[in-house]
Nanobody
Framework: QVQLVESGGGLVQAGGSLRLSCAGSGRTFTNYVVGWFRRAPGKEREFAAA????????YYADSVKGRFTISRDNAKNTVYLQMNSLKPEDTALYYC??????????????????WGQGTQVTVSS
């Protein structure tokens, strides 16, 4: 069983930065994929970024590419999402999620079996 806890959300002005953390417990993320998803008010949940724990390959949605960076800390079993040049449209509840690496489509939320409670990010204009 994997437990995920997000932190680092908050209120920031447009153009600012935040770093989200996703701490895993219960097992290591070895052979797992960890992703960040977000749900904006009135919209469906969408993929933001993902990282394969083994090897560190990263994947991004077009909407965040070049502004967000996903990374991991093996020793802390933690995944980070560095968000720069934030825009008001980045306002959302951000969730981290994890699943075993079995191939498949990383952007599909339904393929992730473990989810955190979410952390709110609000970007003011």
């Amino acid at each position: 069983q994997v437990q995920l806890v997000e932190s680092g959300g908050g209120l920031v002005q447009a153009g600012g930065s935040l770093r989200l953390s996703c701490a895993g417990s219960g097992r290591t993320f070895t052979n797992y994929v960890v992703g960040w998803f977000r749900r904006a008010p009135g919209k469906e949940r969408e993929f933001a970024a993902a990282i394969r724990w083994n090897g560190g390959s990263t994947y991004y949605a077009d909407s965040v590419k070049g502004r967000f960076t996903i990374s991991r800390d093996n020793a802390k079993n933690t995944v980070y999402l560095q968000m720069n040049s934030l825009k008001p449209e980045d306002t959302a509840l951000y969730y981290c999620a994890a699943r075993p690496w079995l191939g498949g489509t990383l952007e599909h939320a339904q393929e992730y079996g473990y989810w955190g409670q979410g952390t709110q990010v609000t970007v003011s204009s």
